[in-house]
């Protein structure tokens, strides 16, 4: 079954620290991969998206992310963490031969101290 | 709108009645899909609508849930017989077409059956 991994169920940082939040994607076809936020009480903000051609992917809010055929990985990166960053991060795959359904992991929850 | 409007943002219903969750897209957008996220879980893909039509129902869990969009703008998600396990967030997105998977979320309605 198509799956996505977030290991890390909860993530604390130091505010200016970099942060980087992993995602494993079940093998398959070609794999199509987002990252999106939900702040508590808000709907889920897309960050940025991968279909194809350059690897490394600038989003909104200073994000990126990578994405690892070999490893099967789309891990999410930001250099120097913002309080504002606190949220649930949540990676997401749809496949190329399987429609339109987002396959969501079970999120990250992102806490940064001062 | 300039966003993905859910209404009722809350609701609380008692176990074995019926409820209507209502989602109205963005203006133009043609897809619709409906989630529905569980505490402390991904959001899960419910369906997906392409204008008026039903494109994707794969993800309801029974019969007791419905979805229709008569007029390919606003929708409405139905649930029969509420349970307790149906007690989740519900979240609608809507998208420029099928094939853009970036979805713009709403915020959601948090439904309690008691």
């Known amino acids: 079954a198509q799956s996505v991994t977030q290991p890390d169920i909860h993530i604390t940082v130091s505010e200016g620290a970099s942060l980087e939040l992993r995602c494993n994607y079940s093998?398959?076809?070609?794999?199509?991969l987002f990252w999106y936020v939900q702040s508590p009480g808000q709907g889920l903000q897309l960050l940025l998206k991968y279909f194809s051609g350059d690897t490394l992917v600038q989003g909104i809010k200073g994000f990126e992310a990578e994405f690892k055929r070999s490893q099967s990985s789309f891990n999410l990166r930001k250099p120097s963490v913002h309080w504002s960053d606190a949220a649930e991060y949540f990676c997401a795959v749809v496949y190329s031969n399987s429609g339109y359904a987002l396959n969501f992991g079970k999120g990250t929850s992102l806490l940064v101290t001062p | 709108g300039a966003g993905v409007s859910q209404t009722p943002s809350n609701k609380v219903t008692e176990k074995g009645k019926y409820v209507e969750l209502r989602c109205d897209p963005i203006s133009g957008h043609t897809a619709l899909y409906w989630y529905r996220q569980s505490l402390g879980q991904g959001p899960e893909f419910l369906i997906y609508?392409?204008?008026?039509?039903?494109?994707?129902d794969s993800g309801l869990p029974n019969d007791r849930f419905f979805a229709v969009r008569p007029e390919g703008s606003v929708s409405t998600l139905k649930i029969q017989r509420t349970e307790r396990g149906d007690s989740a967030v519900y979240l609608c997105?809507?998208?420029?077409?099928?094939?853009?998977?970036?979805?713009?979320f709403g915020s959601g309605t948090r439904l309690t059956v008691v």
């Open positions: 609508f392409q204008g008026t039509g039903a494109a994707d």
């Open positions: 093998y398959g076809a070609t794999p199509y």
């Open positions: 997105a809507s998208s420029p077409d099928g094939l853009n998977y970036g979805y713009t």
